[in-house]
């Protein structure tokens, strides 16, 4: 069954340093999207991509957030200047179309900041 | 704005008891309800919807029921079992025309079954 993965699972960084986060999508998926959760928080919609732009963004997702479609199968979160937190599990979803409401969520990726 | 509130945990129970787990929303529009299931050290996994009021989204043996006049879609299941031990989060949709809407989350339960 097609997945979506993520790179790395854990990731550890001095504060002020870029971090990229990694996700490949499902193969035939249209929609991508990017969610964070900070310890023992919910899980809060960053920003969402189509057709190599983004489609709606969260007030978390501020001038330090960028993200990319940078060839036919990645998509990645950049933190261009991590402060202490940044620190959660970062979640990569996706979704075939505008009308498939599920989104399909890959395993996530720890992100530390010391 | 969108708000979704579900009951805090831990839940505990033992095998083959009931659960309940309560989820109530606020929305503008008409949202789509979802409950997702994380099991220990694994992404969000899908475990029902449903889509338009009075639905209701079954899976695995877990129901949920889109009341639009309680605006809630509580999640049960008849008899747990140690597997069914994760957190689990409720969680709408808000369609906006544009096609990539982000859901909104509840701050997840976690549910733990004893032998």
């Known amino acids: 069954e097609p997945e979506v993965t993520q790179t790395p699972s854990h990731q550890v960084t001095q504060m002020g340093q870029e971090v990229i986060l990694r996700c490949v999508p499902i193969s035939n998926h249209l929609y991508f999207y990017w969610y964070r959760q900070i310890l023992g928080q919910k899980v809060e919609f960053l920003v969402s991509?189509?057709?190599?732009?983004?489609?709606?963004k969260s007030e978390i997702f501020d001038d330090q957030f960028s993200v990319e479609r940078p060839d036919g199968s990645n998509f990645t979160l950049k933190i261009r200047s991590t402060k202490l937190e940044d620190s959660a599990m970062y979640f990569c979803?996706?979704?075939?179309?505008?009308?498939?409401?599920?989104?399909?969520f890959g395993p996530g990726t720890r992100l530390l900041v010391l | 704005g969108n708000s979704v509130t579900q009951m805090e945990g831990p839940v505990t129970l033992s095998e083959e008891a009931f659960l309940t787990i309560n989820c109530t929303y606020t929305?503008?529009?008409?949202?789509?309800l979802f409950w997702y299931v994380q099991y220990p050290g694994e992404g969000l996994q899908l475990l029902l919807k449903?889509?338009?009021?009075?639905d209701k989204g079954s899976n695995k043996g877990f129901e949920a029921t889109y009341r639009k006049e309680t605006t809630s879609f509580h999640l049960e299941k008849g008899s747990v079992q140690v597997s069914d031990s994760a957190v689990y989060f409720c969680?709408?949709?808000?369609?906006?025309?544009?096609?990539?809407?982000?859901?909104?989350f509840g701050k997840g339960t976690h549910l733990i079954i004893q032998p």
């Open positions: 991509f189509y057709n190599n732009e983004i489609s709606e």
């Open positions: 449903a889509t338009k009021a009075d």
């Open positions: 929305a503008t529009g008409y949202p789509s």
């Open positions: 969680a709408l949709s808000v369609r906006s025309g544009g096609g990539a809407d982000g859901l909104t």
């Open positions: 979803a996706s979704t075939g179309t505008a009308g498939e409401e599920t989104q399909y």
